[in-house]
């Protein structure tokens, strides 16, 4: 008995928000400052925009493949721009020197990996709708998905997602110390 078009969709969606979502997750919480940092309210502002992107995006991941999947378009360096304007309404009322430098050292990682997701590009999705999830109609389990060989654009998504992933994970260490450097900064205030 094969999967219905409602079940394959249901196992395709999470699987590709989970591929173009996931790699962010290791971002959360990279610069949490305390609440007790009341020198600097742009630093915490700052703080709290990188983990509200973050945190938005994992929970509209199925609103994002959604609409990836009826627009054809995707563009995952979008995420990065609310963390960028943050940093730099930071940096627009930040007085400290230290702290202004550990600004510019995360918006300089943050620029870094925006242009290393859009040198990446967008995946071409064109032939990716609804309809075509139903044609994986042929899977029992979620261990079948991987022997099913090329699935067209959902294969094209996986791969896109990987790429994502090892982009993110090659920037996250320098993500996390720039955004420890800051937090630092703004409790030393």
Do not use: H
């Amino acid at each position: 008995m094969s999967l219905s078009r409602f079940t394959a969709r249901r196992i395709a969606l999470p699987l590709a928000a989970t591929l173009l979502v996931a790699p962010l997750a290791a971002c959360s919480g990279i610069s949490q400052v305390t609440d007790s940092v009341s020198g600097n309210g742009s630093c915490r502002v700052a703080a709290e925009k990188i983990d509200a992107v973050i945190a938005d995006a994992q929970a509209n991941a199925p609103k994002m493949i959604a609409e990836l999947i009826t627009s054809g378009k995707f563009d995952a360096a979008a995420l990065v721009d609310p963390v960028l304007e943050s940093l730099d309404a930071a940096a627009g009322t930040a007085t400290d020197p230290a702290v202004i430098a550990a600004i510019d050292d995360a918006r300089a990682s943050w620029n870094g990996l925006a242009a290393d997701v859009q040198a990446l590009g967008a995946p071409d999705l064109s032939g990716l709708d609804l309809g075509d999830l139903g044609s994986l109609g042929d899977v029992k389990s979620l261990s079948d998905l991987g022997s099913l060989g090329d699935l067209g654009s959902l294969s094209t998504l996986q791969g896109y997602g990987e790429e994502l992933s090892a982009i993110v994970s090659a920037r996250l260490p320098e993500l996390q110390a720039t955004g420890a450097a800051l937090q630092e900064a703004c409790n030393a205030q």
